[in-house]
């Protein structure tokens, strides 16, 4: 079965706070997990990936840790802005394809 | 270099009315999918084709919807008879080898409505 779970669904952390998002996955054959970043009325972009090789990346104020034994992943956002205010999306490779989690609502107040 | 190019950004269409949704991918890029977003929800995979084939249409509704990626020219994403339910946003991503191993960029979507 191919299922990401996301959570939560919604956050609220005031500026400089460090949101954390988690994902939990199934069993897929594939090495690739990525984080989409969606503000309203635009298409999801790529925000930071991560290969399994590696237990965390970090790019600019953006971490992703992954625990492969527990089939889970997170993204932390150090430094919170009002401009990172936006939906987060996570994704797991299955077969052909990238398999999304429900998405979390980031509001970063300031 | 271009991004993921979508258009219509916007489409309003007539209960039984056709729609067509076109997607230039990335230059270089001969992989394209097509996901579906409903309000408040999250992105639901439709097909994966490369050009001039089909390789994966497990998330195609098996009637009105059809899907093509032709050696010249952008892909098209067709909907035959369109009911209200079909109205959402539907991306496009494009990526250079299979998605599940390397980076995938969406466009900007295009929503359609039907009245």
């Known amino acids: 079965q191919q299922q990401v779970k996301q959570s939560p669904q919604s956050l609220i952390v005031q500026k400089g706070g460090i949101p954390i998002i988690n994902c939990a996955y199934e069993n897929t054959a594939f090495d690739y997990f990525p984080w989409y970043q969606q503000f309203p009325g635009k298409g999801p972009a790529l925000l930071i990936a991560?290969?399994?090789?590696?237990s965390e990346k970090k790019e600019g104020r953006f971490t992703i840790s992954f625990n492969k034994s527990a089939k889970q992943f997170s993204l932390h956002i150090m430094d919170s802005q009002p401009g990172d205010s936006a939906t987060y999306f996570c994704?797991?490779?299955?077969?052909?394809?990238?398999?999304f989690g429900a998405g979390t609502i980031l509001r970063v107040k300031s | 270099n271009a991004g993921v190019m979508q258009n219509p950004r916007h489409l309003v269409r007539r209960r039984g009315q056709e729609a067509r949704l076109r997607c230039s991918p990335m230059?270089?890029?001969?992989?394209v999918y097509w996901y579906r977003q409903l309000p408040e929800e999250g992105l639901k995979f439709m097909v994966y084709?490369?050009?001039?084939?089909?390789?994966?249409e497990s998330g195609m509704p098996k009637e009105r919807f059809s899907a093509e990626f032709p050696k010249e020219g952008p892909s098209i994403l067709r909907i035959q008879q369109v009911v209200r339910g079909d109205s959402a946003a539907y991306f496009c991503a494009s990526s250079p080898n299979r998605v599940v191993n390397t980076e995938a960029f969406f466009g900007q979507g295009t929503r359609l409505t039907v009245v």
């Open positions: 994704a797991a490779p299955y077969g052909n394809k990238l398999v």
């Open positions: 230059k270089g890029h001969s992989h």
């Open positions: 084709l490369q050009k001039e084939n089909i390789i994966d």
């Open positions: 991560i290969r399994p090789d590696v």
